[in-house]
């Protein structure tokens, strides 16, 4: 089966991504291209990696720029999740953090 394009794929794919490499189908690096090409459609053609070569959520609704949406989306849907009610105080921490950075930006600029 010839490489689809597709942004995730299954396991079963990836072999047979690798059997058309072994069969010099596809180029040597092929898999690791897909990989690539997966992480900058999910985090962004720039994204960030962290010291383990992570990649690091940016934008509106991440740590960095935690949005109300953000917050109430995890308290609606995360209650089953091991930790949760430290996280969500992280969260909402994290959210009064940003916003009080905001406002002391705002105000330096002259804004409200």
């Known amino acids: 089966m010839p490489f689809n394009g597709?942004?995730?794929?299954?396991?079963?794919?990836?072999?047979?991504?690798?059997?058309q490499i072994a069969q010099g189908l596809l180029p040597a690096d092929a898999v690791e291209q897909h990989y690539e090409n997966e992480?900058?459609?999910v985090f962004g053609e720039?994204?960030?990696?962290?010291?383990a070569g992570n990649p690091i959520e940016q934008g509106?609704?991440?740590?960095?720029?935690?949005?109300l949406q953000s917050v109430a989306a995890y308290e609606k849907y995360c209650k089953a999740e091991a930790g949760y009610e430290q996280h969500l105080a992280r969260m909402r921490a994290d959210l009064a953090?940003?916003?009080?950075?905001?406002?002391?930006?705002a105000a330096a600029q002259g804004r409200r």
């Open 97 to 105: 953090a940003y916003e009080d950075r905001q406002r002391k930006a």
């Open 60 to 67: 509106k609704g991440s740590k960095s720029q935690p949005t």
């Open 6 to 19: 597709a942004v995730h794929l299954k396991p079963s794919e990836i072999e047979d991504m690798r059997r």
């Open 46 to 51: 720039n994204y960030k990696t962290d010291s």
């Open 39 to 41: 992480r900058k459609a």
